[in-house]
């Protein structure tokens, strides 16, 4: 089975740094998801890391340690538009990918 | 435009009503899934299929059945609607061994039983 943490809330300041952290325990693990989703609105694409270490996407960098279950999405010049749940999802490793979600991180950026 | 659309965005039903939510995407993607989120904003997965097979079948009511006439459609019927059925349903397509695996999602539908 699978089971992911994460931060149910977090506040953050316009223009500021904010990471987001999620761990996870999982059989037959192969990458982790970040998605955003913004209220009332479907779940978008943000990052997937296979490997270890950190990928950078503009503003937003997602990091992965597979041997410590761990990962991270690091959003830097927050932007009030960036309010949102962020939702963290692992896949497995099976013939078909099945991804599991976290319940996410609502962010709320202030002025 | 390319995305995955399902109908209806609202719906809200009596108990005990038999209701219906219809997916389509045009990505071109060989497999579609129905997540169920709840007001905890808890996606859960409920079913996936690849090229119209059944490949994933969670632990749902049999109340809820899925049916894919081709790999671009996927819909959704539930029997005899219970207030615990209250969520957002979201389609979602990917493509086995694309780029990043990625799910596109569509925009949702907002359940309502009454």
């Known amino acids: 089975g699978q089971n992911i943490d994460q931060p149910t809330e977090m506040t953050a300041t316009e223009g500021a740094i904010v990471q987001i952290n999620c761990t996870y325990q999982t059989s037959g693990f192969n990458g982790l998801f970040w998605y955003q989703q913004h209220a009332g609105e479907a779940p978008t694409f943000l990052s997937y890391?296979?490997?270890?270490g950190l990928e950078e996407k503009g503003r937003f960098s997602s990091f992965l340690s597979r041997s410590k279950g761990y990962s991270y999405l690091l959003l830097k010049e927050l932007q009030m538009k960036d309010s949102a749940s962020y939702l963290c999802a692992a896949s497995n490793s099976g013939g078909y990918q099945k991804v599991t979600f976290g319940t996410g991180t609502k962010l709320q950026v202030i002025p | 435009d390319t995305a995955v659309s399902q109908t209806p965005k609202y719906l809200v039903t009596q108990m005990g009503n038999d209701k219906s939510i219809k997916c389509e995407q045009n990505l071109g993607h060989d497999t579609m899934y129905w997540y169920k989120q709840d007001s905890k904003k808890f996606l859960k997965i409920m079913f996936s299929?690849?090229?119209?097979?059944?490949?994933i079948n969670e632990t749902v009511p049999n109340r809820f059945s899925p049916k894919s006439p081709d790999k671009a459609h996927l819909n959704l019927h539930i029997n005899s609607l219970e207030l615990g059925d209250s969520a957002v349903y979201f389609c979602?397509?990917?493509?086995?061994?694309?780029?990043?695996?990625?799910?596109?999602f569509g925009s949702g539908t907002r359940l309502t039983v009454v």
């Open positions: 979602a397509s990917s493509l086995t061994g694309g780029p990043n695996y990625g799910y596109t």
């Open positions: 299929y690849n090229n119209k097979e059944l490949i």
């Open positions: 890391n296979v490997l270890d």
